[in-house]
Protein backbone atom coordinates (compact mmCIF):
# COMPACT_ATOMS: atom_id res chain seq x y z
CA UNK A 1 0.00 0.00 0.00
CA UNK A 2 0.97 3.22 -0.68
CA UNK A 3 0.78 4.72 3.06
CA UNK A 4 3.61 1.65 3.53
CA UNK A 5 5.51 2.84 0.40
CA UNK A 6 9.96 3.94 1.72
CA UNK A 7 10.67 6.66 0.01
CA UNK A 8 14.54 6.07 -0.94
CA UNK A 9 16.93 8.09 -2.05
CA UNK A 10 16.75 12.34 -1.55
CA UNK A 11 13.92 14.14 0.17
CA UNK A 12 13.46 17.67 -0.92
CA UNK A 13 11.17 20.51 -0.95
CA UNK A 14 12.54 23.67 -2.48
CA UNK A 15 12.05 24.69 -6.33
CA UNK A 16 15.64 24.79 -6.31
CA UNK A 17 16.21 21.35 -5.27
CA UNK A 18 13.38 19.88 -7.77
CA UNK A 19 15.13 22.06 -10.27
CA UNK A 20 18.30 20.21 -9.86
CA UNK A 21 17.45 16.63 -9.41
CA UNK A 22 13.89 15.14 -10.53
CA UNK A 23 11.67 16.14 -14.01
CA UNK A 24 7.85 14.49 -14.87
CA UNK A 25 8.27 12.64 -18.35
CA UNK A 26 5.61 13.06 -20.54
CA UNK A 27 5.51 11.10 -24.08
CA UNK A 28 4.17 11.74 -27.28
CA UNK A 29 4.09 10.04 -30.96
CA UNK A 30 5.82 12.05 -33.16
CA UNK A 31 6.37 11.99 -36.79
CA UNK A 32 9.69 13.18 -38.72
CA UNK A 33 10.25 13.83 -42.56
CA UNK A 34 13.72 11.84 -42.44
CA UNK A 35 13.47 8.75 -41.21
CA UNK A 36 16.76 7.93 -42.38
CA UNK A 37 18.81 10.82 -40.75
CA UNK A 38 16.64 10.33 -37.51
CA UNK A 39 17.13 6.87 -37.35
CA UNK A 40 20.96 7.04 -37.93
CA UNK A 41 21.56 8.92 -34.71
CA UNK A 42 19.23 6.13 -32.45
CA UNK A 43 21.39 3.40 -34.25
CA UNK A 44 24.67 5.67 -33.56
CA UNK A 45 23.98 6.65 -29.77
CA UNK A 46 22.54 3.37 -29.20
CA UNK A 47 26.15 1.79 -30.33
CA UNK A 48 28.03 4.34 -27.92
CA UNK A 49 26.17 2.67 -24.98
CA UNK A 50 26.55 -0.88 -25.89
CA UNK A 51 30.56 0.04 -26.42
CA UNK A 52 30.35 1.68 -23.06
CA UNK A 53 29.42 -0.95 -20.76
CA UNK A 54 32.00 -3.60 -20.66
CA UNK A 55 35.02 -0.72 -20.55
CA UNK A 56 33.02 1.12 -17.49
CA UNK A 57 32.98 -2.02 -15.88
CA UNK A 58 36.54 -2.31 -16.69
CA UNK A 59 37.05 0.87 -15.17
CA UNK A 60 37.40 2.99 -18.26
CA UNK A 61 36.17 6.52 -17.24
CA UNK A 62 33.84 8.70 -19.37
CA UNK A 63 36.25 11.20 -20.44
CA UNK A 64 38.61 8.54 -21.93
CA UNK A 65 35.74 7.05 -23.61
CA UNK A 66 34.21 10.53 -25.04
CA UNK A 67 37.68 10.48 -27.43
CA UNK A 68 37.26 6.82 -28.01
CA UNK A 69 33.95 7.37 -29.02
CA UNK A 70 33.47 10.52 -30.37
CA UNK A 71 34.11 9.07 -34.06
CA UNK A 72 30.95 7.02 -33.92
CA UNK A 73 28.66 10.10 -32.49
CA UNK A 74 30.19 13.30 -33.04
CA UNK A 75 28.23 15.39 -31.07
CA UNK A 76 29.20 16.33 -27.29
CA UNK A 77 26.03 16.64 -25.89
CA UNK A 78 24.49 13.47 -27.73
CA UNK A 79 27.89 11.65 -26.43
CA UNK A 80 28.03 12.80 -23.16
CA UNK A 81 24.36 11.78 -22.83
CA UNK A 82 24.64 8.27 -23.72
CA UNK A 83 27.57 7.94 -21.49
CA UNK A 84 26.10 8.71 -18.39
CA UNK A 85 23.02 6.47 -19.40
CA UNK A 86 25.28 3.45 -19.62
CA UNK A 87 26.92 4.45 -16.19
CA UNK A 88 24.01 4.21 -14.90
CA UNK A 89 23.16 0.92 -16.36
CA UNK A 90 26.54 0.03 -14.79
CA UNK A 91 26.08 0.94 -11.41
CA UNK A 92 23.00 -0.52 -12.06
CA UNK A 93 24.39 -3.87 -12.49
CA UNK A 94 26.63 -3.65 -9.67
CA UNK A 95 24.18 -2.68 -7.21
CA UNK A 96 22.41 -6.24 -8.32
CA UNK A 97 25.34 -8.14 -8.70
CA UNK A 98 25.69 -7.27 -4.67
CA UNK A 99 22.29 -7.44 -3.40
CA UNK A 100 22.16 -11.43 -5.53
CA UNK A 101 25.91 -12.33 -5.22
CA UNK A 102 25.63 -13.18 -9.08
CA UNK A 103 26.91 -11.51 -12.09
CA UNK A 104 24.20 -9.68 -14.18
CA UNK A 105 24.09 -8.84 -17.66
CA UNK A 106 21.90 -6.34 -19.23
CA UNK A 107 20.38 -6.34 -22.42
CA UNK A 108 20.40 -3.21 -24.44
CA UNK A 109 16.79 -3.22 -26.16
CA UNK A 110 17.05 -1.60 -30.05
CA UNK A 111 17.84 2.01 -30.67
CA UNK A 112 16.93 5.50 -28.96
CA UNK A 113 18.80 8.39 -28.20
CA UNK A 114 18.61 10.95 -25.99
CA UNK A 115 19.98 14.84 -25.03
CA UNK A 116 20.33 16.75 -21.52
CA UNK A 117 18.68 19.49 -21.12
CA UNK A 118 20.45 22.95 -19.54
CA UNK A 119 19.38 25.96 -19.21
CA UNK A 120 22.36 27.92 -21.13
CA UNK A 121 21.02 26.18 -24.15
CA UNK A 122 17.55 27.65 -24.18
CA UNK A 123 15.88 24.43 -22.88
CA UNK A 124 17.71 21.69 -24.91
CA UNK A 125 20.99 22.30 -27.23
CA UNK A 126 19.78 19.54 -29.35
CA UNK A 127 16.29 19.14 -29.35
CA UNK A 128 14.14 21.97 -29.75
CA UNK A 129 10.55 22.41 -29.41
CA UNK A 130 7.32 24.96 -30.63
CA UNK A 131 3.61 24.56 -29.78
CA UNK A 132 1.57 25.10 -32.89
CA UNK A 133 -1.92 24.56 -32.47
CA UNK A 134 -2.83 20.51 -31.78
CA UNK A 135 0.95 19.82 -32.00
CA UNK A 136 3.74 20.34 -31.31
CA UNK A 137 6.66 21.22 -34.12
CA UNK A 138 10.08 19.10 -32.96
CA UNK A 139 13.62 20.18 -34.47
CA UNK A 140 16.07 17.66 -33.46
CA UNK A 141 19.71 18.08 -34.85
CA UNK A 142 21.77 15.97 -36.87
CA UNK A 143 25.53 15.38 -36.13
CA UNK A 144 26.16 15.16 -39.38
CA UNK A 145 23.81 17.65 -40.93
CA UNK A 146 21.33 20.05 -40.46
CA UNK A 147 17.93 20.36 -38.19
CA UNK A 148 15.62 16.85 -38.77
CA UNK A 149 11.85 18.45 -38.38
CA UNK A 150 8.75 16.35 -37.19
CA UNK A 151 5.13 16.94 -35.90
CA UNK A 152 4.90 15.79 -31.94
CA UNK A 153 1.49 15.07 -30.92
CA UNK A 154 0.95 14.50 -27.25
CA UNK A 155 -2.90 15.13 -26.39
CA UNK A 156 -4.59 18.45 -25.64
CA UNK A 157 -4.24 18.68 -21.97
CA UNK A 158 -0.48 18.99 -22.04
CA UNK A 159 -0.65 22.10 -24.85
CA UNK A 160 -0.22 24.90 -21.95
CA UNK A 161 2.10 23.32 -20.06
CA UNK A 162 4.27 22.96 -23.48
CA UNK A 163 3.88 26.61 -24.23
CA UNK A 164 4.77 27.59 -20.24
CA UNK A 165 8.37 25.28 -20.69
CA UNK A 166 8.88 26.87 -23.92
CA UNK A 167 8.49 30.46 -22.44
CA UNK A 168 10.73 29.68 -19.72
CA UNK A 169 13.18 27.64 -22.24
CA UNK A 170 13.25 30.66 -24.02
CA UNK A 171 14.24 33.13 -21.60
CA UNK A 172 16.77 30.30 -20.22
CA UNK A 173 14.91 29.94 -16.91
CA UNK A 174 14.22 26.26 -17.49
CA UNK A 175 15.88 23.17 -19.20
CA UNK A 176 14.27 19.87 -20.29
CA UNK A 177 16.23 16.57 -21.29
CA UNK A 178 14.65 14.70 -24.34
CA UNK A 179 14.27 11.17 -25.63
CA UNK A 180 13.62 9.75 -28.75
CA UNK A 181 12.34 5.94 -28.93
CA UNK A 182 11.40 3.63 -31.77
CA UNK A 183 9.34 0.42 -30.08
CA UNK A 184 6.37 0.86 -32.39
CA UNK A 185 6.38 3.81 -34.02
CA UNK A 186 8.75 7.05 -32.97
CA UNK A 187 7.70 8.55 -29.58
CA UNK A 188 9.66 11.60 -27.88
CA UNK A 189 9.90 11.88 -24.03
CA UNK A 190 10.09 15.55 -22.20
CA UNK A 191 11.59 15.78 -18.79
CA UNK A 192 9.29 18.45 -17.46
CA UNK A 193 10.55 19.99 -14.25
CA UNK A 194 8.50 18.65 -11.45
CA UNK A 195 7.35 22.07 -10.23
CA UNK A 196 5.79 23.07 -13.17
CA UNK A 197 4.16 19.69 -14.02
CA UNK A 198 2.25 19.58 -10.65
CA UNK A 199 1.47 23.55 -11.24
CA UNK A 200 -0.69 21.98 -14.24
CA UNK A 201 -1.94 18.86 -12.95
CA UNK A 202 -1.78 18.41 -9.42
CA UNK A 203 -5.28 17.64 -7.72
CA UNK A 204 -4.42 20.53 -5.04
CA UNK A 205 -3.30 23.51 -6.11
CA UNK A 206 -0.37 23.98 -3.44
CA UNK A 207 0.66 27.57 -2.86
CA UNK A 208 4.64 28.76 -3.21
CA UNK A 209 6.89 25.40 -3.74
CA UNK A 210 6.30 24.15 0.15
CA UNK A 211 6.21 19.92 -1.34
CA UNK A 212 8.29 16.97 -0.57
CA UNK A 213 8.98 14.56 -2.51
CA UNK A 214 10.35 11.00 -2.65
CA UNK A 215 12.01 9.64 -5.29
CA UNK A 216 13.35 5.77 -6.11
CA UNK A 217 15.49 6.02 -9.12
CA UNK A 218 16.47 2.65 -10.90
CA UNK A 219 17.86 2.14 -14.24
CA UNK A 220 14.46 1.34 -16.21
CA UNK A 221 12.05 3.21 -13.70
CA UNK A 222 11.32 6.03 -11.34
CA UNK A 223 9.03 5.89 -8.54
CA UNK A 224 7.47 9.48 -7.39
CA UNK A 225 5.60 10.28 -4.66
CA UNK A 226 4.85 13.80 -3.53
CA UNK A 227 3.16 15.26 -0.55
CA UNK A 228 2.57 18.56 1.03
CA UNK A 229 3.18 20.16 4.24
CA UNK A 230 0.47 18.40 5.89
CA UNK A 231 1.70 15.36 5.05
CA UNK A 232 -1.12 14.65 2.59
CA UNK A 233 0.12 12.87 -1.27
CA UNK A 234 0.07 15.33 -4.01
CA UNK A 235 0.90 12.94 -6.37
CA UNK A 236 2.63 9.38 -7.12
CA UNK A 237 3.66 7.47 -10.08
CA UNK A 238 5.87 4.89 -11.56
CA UNK A 239 7.52 6.25 -14.94
CA UNK A 240 9.00 3.00 -17.11
CA UNK A 241 12.39 2.84 -19.74
CA UNK A 242 12.28 -0.08 -20.63
CA UNK A 243 12.34 0.78 -24.39
CA UNK A 244 16.20 1.44 -23.49
CA UNK A 245 17.42 -1.27 -21.10
CA UNK A 246 15.11 -3.69 -18.68
CA UNK A 247 16.90 -5.71 -15.88
CA UNK A 248 14.21 -8.37 -16.26
CA UNK A 249 11.51 -6.43 -14.50
CA UNK A 250 8.11 -6.98 -14.80
CA UNK A 251 5.77 -3.90 -14.82
CA UNK A 252 3.56 -5.94 -12.94
CA UNK A 253 5.49 -5.93 -9.95
CA UNK A 254 4.85 -3.66 -7.34
CA UNK A 255 6.62 -0.58 -6.79
Known sequence: MLSQMTL?????????????FQFVTINGKVIFHDKERITRIARAYSQVVKSAINPLLEGKSIEELTKDLYSILPNYIYLETALKQANTIVEELLDKED???????????????????????????????????????????D??????????YFGKEYLSLLKELEELANRKEEGYGAMITFKHYPMIHLQVPL???LKHFSTQKPSGYGLVAGFDLNGDRLNVVVVDRQGKI????????????????SKELPV
Open 99 to 141: EKGEIIHAKVKKFWFASRGNKADKGNRNVKFHVIDDHVLVKVK
Open 8 to 20: KNKIIGSKKAIEN
Open 234 to 249: ITFKTWWYTEAVSHGY
Open 143 to 152: PWGKWIVGKA
Open 195 to 197: WLY
